[in-house]
Every structure is written in structure tokens, then in C-alpha cells.
């Protein structure tokens, strides 16, 4: 979600590796397993095209109280157009109905219809037609018309405007390379149009095949025009789901109610089990950890979406190994390394002396949360192949300083400078930085970190015009869907760059054209060729993978019985209940 990891991938050890952006495909309940077992798995692109509404019960599950959410880190939009990290994501699956919608089934997303069909392509691919089901509403009870859906899309076009937000339509869809949305560019768009009420037509520059998995994304969720409020949308999002904002504090908290005009029956995915949910953001990770696995008053109700810190699992034996919800992600976390800015040479002598073992404990990772990386993609993908990792990125070891130094010796780069942003409010990351910068300067390197509050730290990772080298937004990686057609197009081209979502900055139209010529493959053909693309691009050096991220979180002793979101690597919010 950038798995853009969004994530976010709100988490302590996030947080001091880096920021993860992203979004995409959830993760299996096992709580009986340890760390070690819950391997990460592949996940299959999966559809249903025949689910209807109502959603599948959950056993056990009952109605009623309100759901306390907790996490350190704060979700940066709740604006459908603009988000794109998995925690606001994640929350946005209970305010927003898309096109399309994966449903979590044994672990697995299966994409299924939801607002529309799941589309029916021309016989050239270029064309794709999806019919819009009837009588879905509003919040405030107005229905909502097949025109909000096209505006929608338009809308994802203000990339000026909404700089987070996907930017997949604007390769794919037709003049998505010269439409910048309806604000400068009006309404006529060449890509998007309706026919009737219920006919959404969608006219592409060149195939995309993974469109209908696209669709699930926030910023196709309907916006009526003559209500969108532009840059104050985010503070009050009109809700097709089953909860809408009650109140909502930026940065701090979000208070969530019923949506009275959501109709289950035409709902195949979401349910309304809860009165509401409570978010709150930005308190610790670990203190807010050991609150819910205490238990006490409002604590018992209560889930924390950071992930495990590794002090805590001594904890989690007897009944309170019932508390740890586990699951699948589809996430690669990495620190990254400015291509533009920083010779290969260098940045092979950063990749030698850098401490992967020391930052891995530091960062309070363990086997619950996280698996060494070595490898663009991760394992859930499709696509992915171990194979031999690159000299010095296999995720894993002490870093060797005076070998790197004589490295840079050899380039005539001794003193180099590497700058880079980092947390400089929280114990934790102040001490990441710390080990990351020690081991740099013993390898020959002048190392400037440059501290910003947590409040800032994604807006200026995500600048690349910043005065930084290194340790640049996203930070992580999240499959939209299933394949490496949601990664190398995403992060590894010229365009990337402009889009706010590259690692390493490359822009080599040779790469370009070798990535496009995969992409452009029938999905059975296209799958065995990533792993070839995925070595390439690690040979270039342009980050260090550190882990692929898994969902290990604790719940209160009154939360229901929790699945969690492979899609996301979060809990998965719209099928939570309390026990009482």
C-alpha cells in the first residue's frame, strides 16, 4: 500500500526504518501459531465475479459497543482521492464502497464486486465496461449516480492537489498523461464515460488487464461534484459504508457511528456488527501494547494496529496468547538509496557497511512481525524466486565498516556526505538513527540526519527535491494487487519519479521499455519474467531491503475473533465485533 505501505505500515519499527507507503493485497487469525510459522505465503489473484450481498456472517459474532483503535502512527488523509498508506486504507474499507472490493476468504483476498460488476473488457482490451448495481445511497440519504463514480476518477487526475494518491491511471488510462483533473482541466475527459444510469465507461491508452483489481482503491470511491469541497473534503467524506465520521481531530483522533443509509443486502464484503469505532493515534507503541494486552476497563476493548514489539513476547503465553492476532502482508520494507544523487560505487560501500542486525533489534523486529528481505518483491507475490541475493543486500548482518571504507578510498569518495530525515521526537528512532549513522561515519562517510517531528516526517521523506540522498519516502512497498505488475511499473520507472513513488529515482528508458514489455504480457506469461526484472533492479543498488512486513498485533480480551487484511497487513476493521 506505498502497499503504497502505505504502508503506512503504522508501526513502531516502521517508524524508525523508515515509513513504508502503499497500499494493497489479508491475512489469516493465528493465534495458536508462533512467529516462525506464520510464513508468509502466496496469494493468488483470486475473483468471484457472482458474490452478492449480504456479507457472510461471522460465527460467533454479536452487535453492539464501540471499538477502541490505537496507534502510534497517524494517518495522514482520510480524503478518498489522496489516500494511498494501508492504515487510512484499512479504515477507509469502513466509510467508502469502490467498484470492486476484495473479500477475505481463509486468509485470501478474492476480488468481488461491489458497487459495479467486475467489468467486461473490448474484444482490443482498450475498453471496459462495468455496470453499476441500484439503490445505493449516501450517508445523508441522496442516491448515489453513476456520474459521482466518473468524477471520481476525474478527480484522481489533481495529482497537484492530492500528491498521495495512486497514480496507475495516469499511465493506463486514455490521455491520462495529459488530463491533470476537473479543477484545471474541467470536465471533459476522453477516458471516462457514462452511458444511462448504471453504464461506467472506462477507454484506455493501452492494456491493462489488472484494472477491475485497481478499482478497489479509495479514490474510486463515488464524490458527487456539486459536494466536493477540494482540500477540506478529507475533514468530512461523504460515506457509502457502514460507519461515518461522527468527529474527527487531524492527527489525533477519529470517532466513527453508524451509517444508516448502508444497506447490507447490497453489501458482499463489509459488516455492521459495532456501534462505532474510536480511533486515536500518536500515543507509544509499546506502552499502548502492554494496555491492551493488560486488559483493564475500556482496554478490554481495545486493538492496536503497531506492530509487536519483541519486548512484549515473553507475554504472550497461556490466555494472552488468545490477545496476538496474526496474519499475511504483502509488504518489502528498505531504506533507499538516491541513484540520482549517489554513485553505484557508493552506494555499494553504504550496502557493506550497513548494519542490518543491529537496526533489526533496535527497531524491535522479531520473527512475529517480519522476515529478512532480499528481494524487491516478497514472497506472497506472484512472481517472486529466491534467488542468490546481491553481495551486501540480503537483509541480514553486522555491516562491515573498514572494508566499506577502503571502498570508498578506492572511488576517491572518503567524507562523502549522506543526509537523510528522521523522527527525532521518540526515544526509539532517535536511537535507529544513532546505530545507522555510527556505523556510516566508521566507514568513511560524513553522515548528516536531519530530525523533524512525526507530524513531518512523512511529507518531507516523500520530497525529493529535499536537500536528503537517502532514507526517502516510500520506504516500503505493498502489492496493490497480486503481481509485479504493482510494483516495478509503480517504483522503477522514469515516471515514478514525478509521481512521488520511486525507489532509487531511476529513469533509464531502457528499463522503462523492458518493464512496459513485461507488463504488456497476458498475466500466465508475465508472472515468471518479474523475477529476472526484480534481480536486475537490486544489482542497481537502489535500496537496501531490510524485511518483508507481517501483521502480528494484540487485541483487548473483549475483541472478537480478528482476521486480519493480506491486502493491507492490518487488521481488518469492517469484520470486528465484541465479544460483549
Not at 333 to 361: C, E, F, G, N, S
Not at 372 to 380: L, N
Not at 515 to 528: C, Q
Not at 539 to 562: H, I
Request: with cysteine; hydrophobic share 35%; proline share 6%.
Amino acid at each position: 500500500m506505498a502497499r503504497r505501505f502505505n504502508v503506512a505500515i503504522a508501526a513502531t519499527a516502521a517508524l524508525a526504518l523508515g515509513v513504508a507507503g502503499c497500499s494493497s493485497p489479508s491475512s489469516n487469525n493465528d493465534t495458536q501459531g508462533s512467529g516462525d510459522s506464520n510464513k508468509i505465503e502466496g496469494q493468488v489473484n483470486a475473483t468471484d465475479p457472482n458474490a452478492k450481498g449480504p456479507a457472510k456472517e461471522i460465527e460467533g459474532a454479536r452487535p453492539g459497543g464501540v471499538l477502541n483503535v490505537v496507534a502510534q502512527t497517524t494517518p495522514n488523509t482520510f480524503d478518498p482521492t489522496d489516500i494511498y498508506y494501508v492504515d487510512s486504507n484499512e479504515i477507509g474499507k469502513t466509510l467508502f464502497r469502490t467498484p470492486t472490493q476484495f473479500d477475505i476468504r481463509d486468509g485470501k483476498a478474492v476480488l468481488v464486486p461491489d458497487l459495479t460488476d467486475l467489468g467486461t473488457p473490448s474484444a482490443d482490451k482498450l475498453t471496459w465496461t462495468f455496470k453499476m448495481q441500484p439503490n445505493i445511497k449516501y450517508e445523508d440519504g441522496t442516491p448515489v449516480k453513476v456520474e459521482d463514480l466518473a468524477y471520481s476518477i476525474k478527480r484522481s487526475f489533481a495529482h497537484d492537489v492530492f500528491v498521495n494518491g495512486p497514480t496507475y491511471q495516469m499511465q493506463y488510462f486514455k490521455d491520462g498523461d495529459k488530463y491533470k483533473g476537473p479543477y484545471k482541466d474541467g470536465d471533459n475527459y476522453a477516458g471516462v464515460e457514462t452511458q444511462g444510469t448504471d453504464t461506467l465507461i472506462i477507454h484506455l491508452a493501452r492494456q491493462f488487464s489488472d484494472l477491475p483489481f485497481y478499482l478497489t482503491f479509495p479514490a474510486f470511491t463515488p464524490i458527487p461534484k456539486e459536494k466536493d469541497t477540494r482540500q477540506d473534503y478529507k475533514n468530512k467524506p461523504l460515506a457509502t459504508g457502514p460507519y461515518k465520521f461522527k468527529t474527527y481531530q487531524a492527527g489525533t483522533s477519529l470517532v466513527l457511528e453508524k451509517n444508516t443509509n448502508w444497506d447490507a443486502n447490497t453489501d458482499p464484503v463489509r459488516h455492521q456488527y459495532l456501534d462505532g469505532f474510536n480511533f486515536q493515534w500518536g500515543g507509544d507503541a509499546i506502552k499502548s501494547q502492554q494496555a491492551v494486552l493488560n486488559s483493564n476497563g475500556q482496554d478490554a476493548n481495545s486493538i492496536n494496529y503497531d506492530e509487536l514489539d519483541a519486548s512484549l513476547i515473553p507475554q504472550l503465553t497461556g490466555d494472552k496468547r488468545e490477545q496476538l492476532v496474526q496474519g499475511q502482508s504483502s509488504c518489502t520494507i528498505v531504506w533507499q538509496l538516491d541513484t540520482r544523487k549517489i554513485d553505484l560505487p557508493i552506494r555499494k560501500a553504504i550496502a557493506k557497511a550497513y548494519p542490518y542486525d543491529a537496526l533489526y533489534k533496535a527497531a524491535g523486529l522479531n520473527d512475529y512481525v517480519a522476515e529478512t528481505a532480499s528481494t524487491v518483491m516478497p514472497p506472497s507475490v506472484q512472481g517472486y524466486e529466491k534467488y542468490t541475493p546481491v553481495a551486501d543486500l540480503a537483509g541480514s548482518g553486522a555491516g562491515d565498516p573498514a572494508a566499506a571504507k577502503a571502498m570508498l578510498e578506492a572511488a576517491g569518495k572518503v567524507g562523502f556526505e549522506l543526509q537523510y530525515y528522521f523522527d527525532n521526537t521518540k526515544p526509539l528512532t532517535q536511537q535507529v538513527s544513532q546505530i545507522r549513522a555510527d556505523a556510516l561515519t566508521k566507514a568513511g562517510f560524513k553522515v548528516k540526519p536531519i530530525g523533524v517531528s512525526t507530524a513531518d516526517l512523512r511529507s518531507k521523506k516523500g520530497d525529493y527535491d529535499a536537500p536528503v540522498n537517502m532514507g526517502q519516502s516510500p520506504a516500503g512497498w505493498c502489492s496493490d494487487w497480486p503481481t509485479g505488475g504493482s510494483w516495478f511499473p509503480v517504483l522503477f520507472q522514469t515516471h515514478s519519479i514525478a509521481d512521488g513513488q520511486s525507489w532509487g529515482m531511476l529513469s533509464d528508458k531502457a528499463l522503462d521499455k523492458e518493464i512496459d514489455d513485461v507488463a504488456n504480457l497476458p498475466a500466465e506469461e508475465s508472472t515468471s519474467k518479474w523475477a529476472a526484472l526484480d534481480k536486475k533492479i537490486m544489482e542497481q543498488y537502489v535500496a537496501l531491503p531490510t524485511y518483508y512486513d507481517k501483521l502480528a498485533v494484540v487485541k483487548g480480551t473483549n475483541v472478537g475473533t480478528t482476521a486480519g487484511d493480506p491486502t493491507m497487513g492490518m487488521p481488518l476493521f469492517v469484520n470486528m465485533y465484541l465479544k460483549s
